[in-house]
């Protein structure tokens, strides 16, 4: 077959993402805490683009409002402040460096003092205690010196989160040399050290150091949980009543005692913190309609700075200097429309949603309705990528309480009168029928199941079984309570 060279012409169609609009759906996705870090560090690399504080909105409002300021001749002050979207026919900055020196003049009161004399914010924050600390403490009081001290403080750093130590005592000995005696010994200081059970290689050593510490060395509890935990686990408490020749009450109550130890020693010491979510949408009752509303709170107001636009239409600006500033502010002016187009999405997707659930709205969860992204794409005619964007890290608060956008679209559940019911309005009574079940005589699945037909609606065993899981209740054995 002979090899040869030819030219043809071709038409074909196909997506080009532009830079633009990668930025445009990337910030789309974003979560709120995401979008003002990319907003702050846009602010940062960006120095065509700059924020408008609230006092610059209240006095460009009051200088609207007044037809007296209207008609009076601008000050040099205001037109530094001027909010502009176009550089055309702009006055001209003849002096840069006067203007930026005139810029930075007007602080506060407070920030005419030299910085030696305010300590920094960071410097009035006390650092949280952790485990590792706590116990590092403890070691620098303790009678432990010179090669056990080196010893303990390997052990105290292969102790997790939890209390627990996550490495061999071979591997403590290859760390720090010795003798594994002498480790063992040092490990042994380290479990006197609080919080009692610390330092345990498992659950079961754990709680007989927690048992010991409560002075119960000898007792029932401490049998137990040495030679039964396996029948504890799988409260097989005749078994353990049988072979200890005692009588099931006395089982159960040492049960009971050992159910009310700490499993996890040092979790006081390793409580995650708090985040706060703030919404990114609001929705009200006035009277018998909801109203949306977004939550612009915390979010920078931009704006292109005039100082820019003004030098851009001088005539002592390079070509050079005149590219940059241009290609920033179009950077900027995309990042700015981009953001209002986010928050009318969000806008849009939310009214629907009020649309679709307005039961829930009205009633709560029981009224949840199925609802897919197809029916809000097709509602506000966006595509359904589109909505899923929006729906991630979205939350709204309603009357109804805080929920992610994503909430609302769940699958639906067949009821026996042919209609549909969804998903998670099941899952909330799966968790109202266990919250009210008999802890000594739990409902089984299909228990379940039958009181859910019996109300309604038709479903099966098994994702009766799988909802349970995702709600992170236990089967029915789990669940029981003898005492």
């Known amino acids: 077959m002979a090899l040869e060279l030819r030219q043809q012409l071709k038409l074909s169609q196909q997506l080009v993402m532009t ?14 805490v995401e979008l003002e870090e990319v907003v702050n560090q846009e602010l940062e690399e960006n120095p065509v683009l700059e924020e408008v504080s609230e006092t610059e909105e209240l006095r460009q409002a009051e200088k609207e ?29 003849d002096d ?49 010196d010179g090669f056990d001290k080196v010893i303990a403080a ?88 049988k072979q200890c020749r005692v009588s099931i009450d006395e089982v159960l109550e040492a049960a009971r005692f050992l159910s ?13 913190d708090v985040h706060y979510i ?25 704006r292109i700075s005039s100082y820019y636009s003004n030098a851009l239409s001088g005539k002592n600006v390079d070509s050079k200097t005149s590219e940059y500033i241009q290609e920033k502010m179009r950077g900027a002016l995309w990042l700015i429309k981009s953001i209002h187009q986010r928050q009318r999405t969000i806008f849009r997707v939310t009214k629907s949603i009020v649309k679709f659930q307005r039961e829930f709205f009205d009633h709560g969860i029981s009224y949840l309705k199925p609802l897919v992204l197809r029916d809000v794409a097709e509602d506000i005619e966006m595509h359904e990528s589109t909505i899923s964007r929006v729906t991630t890290n979205k ?35 799966i968790k109202e029928i266990i919250a009210e079940e008999n802890q000594k005589k739990p ?14 609606i038709d479903i099966a065993r098994r994702t009766v079984t799988k909802y349970r899981e995702m709600l992170g209740i236990g089967s029915s054995t789990a669940r029981k309570r003898l005492f």
Not at 279 to 297: Q, R, T
């Open 19 to 32: 830079p633009q609009l990668q930025q445009a759906i990337k910030l789309l996705q974003l979560s709120r």
């Open 65 to 93: 409002a007044s037809p007296a300021e209207e008609s009076a001749p601008a000050t040099e002050d205001a037109e530094q402040t001027q909010e502009v979207s176009e550089p055309d026919g702009l006055a001209q900055i």
């Open 96 to 144: 840069w460096q006067t203007y930026l020196q005139g810029f930075s003049q007007g602080g506060s009161v407070a920030e005419s003092f030299d910085d030696e004399d305010h300590p920094s914010y960071e410097n009035l924050l006390t650092p949280k205690t952790t485990l590792s600390d706590h116990l590092m403490w403890q070691l620098n009081l303790s009678t432990l």
């Open 154 to 241: 390997a052990i105290i750093g292969n102790i997790d989160d939890a209390g627990y130590l996550t490495t061999s005592l071979e591997e403590i000995l290859e760390q720090t040399g010795g003798e594994l005696e002498q480790i063992e010994d040092v490990l042994y200081e380290v479990q006197q050290f609080d919080p009692p059970g610390v330092a345990a290689r498992d659950l079961k050593e754990c709680l007989l150091l927690q048992l010991a510490y409560l002075g119960q060395k000898g007792s029932l509890a401490e049998r137990i949980m040495t030679d039964f935990a396996k029948e504890l686990e799988d409260r097989r408490y005749s078994v353990i009543a």
């Open 260 to 272: 009310s130890l700490d499993p996890r020693p040092g979790s006081q010491y390793s409580e995650p």
């Open 278 to 302: 703030t919404p990114d949408i609001f929705v009200y009752k006035v009277g018998d309609e909801y109203v949306v509303s977004l939550n612009d709170d915390g979010l920078a107001n931009l």
């Open 395 to 429: 939350y709204v608060q309603t009357p109804q309480g805080l929920f992610e956008l994503k909430f609302f679209f769940n699958s639906g559940i067949g009821t026996t009168g042919g209609d549909s019911v969804a998903s998670e309005s099941v899952k909330s009574r």
């Open 443 to 456: 409902y089984s699945d299909q228990k379940i199941v039958n009181m859910l037909h019996d109300d309604g």
